[in-house]
């Protein structure tokens, strides 16, 4: 049974309208972008991340309003250990952030903070060799940057819950490295640049 000719005329208009549309239309606020990540979790054990270990990140950012948006981030650290004999260090995880601030949907000067949930799985170390450990938990991040045309550039960091992150400094591979049950610092520092679709 063939469709009648006004739904066979109609259907090719209607997909040459949309994409007609599309072209002219402005870009959403919707950025994808890359950015450099350290988890710096200090004092705490050789095989735990800190200033020095580097990873990357890639992310998307939404603004619902030029005061609001939320940022979703994927990140994996690594470092093998073959450098100097050091521990082996490898974290893979998410952040999920909410945005309060200024100039989140506009060009130029960006200024913002807010809320965020993160979950680590983490290389840790053991009398049998390296297991993984999920981290999770909640944190409040600050960040500024800039955005020119549809380009944007950040940096933020976030402070984050330390508590799964103590109980690695309350066992005796931490003990014995002079660690004692000491409560860490937590910080998780970006730097992203990000396109605006």
């Not at 680590?120 to 170390?125: F, H, R, S, T, Y």
């Amino acid at each position: 049974m063939a469709l009648p000719t006004c739904v066979r005329v109609f259907l090719p208009a209607l997909a040459l309208a949309s994409v007609a549309t599309g072209v002219t239309a402005e870009p959403s606020n919707l950025r994808i972008g890359v950015g450099s990540a350290v988890l710096d979790i200090n004092p705490g054990p050789d095989y735990l991340p800190d200033t020095d270990t580097k990873g990357l990140a890639i992310f998307a950012e939404y603004p619902q309003s030029n005061h609001a948006a939320s940022r979703f981030i994927l990140y994996r650290i690594h470092d093998d250990g073959s450098d100097a004999g050091n521990d082996r260090q490898d974290v893979t995880g998410f952040a999920t952030q909410l945005m309060w601030g200024w100039g989140l949907a506009e060009p130029g000067f960006r200024v913002y903070t807010g809320p965020s949930w993160h979950r680590d799985k983490m290389l840790v170390k053991r009398p049998d060799g390296y297991k993984t450990r999920i981290m999770n938990g909640w944190g409040w991040h600050l960040g500024l940057g800039y955005q020119l045309d549809a380009i944007t550039v950040d940096i933020a960091g976030e402070w984050r819950d330390p508590d799964d992150y103590r109980l690695e400094n309350q066992r005796p591979e931490a003990k014995a490295a002079g660690i004692n049950d000491d409560t860490p610092d937590v910080l998780f520092y970006n730097l992203m640049i990000s396109y605006r679709f």
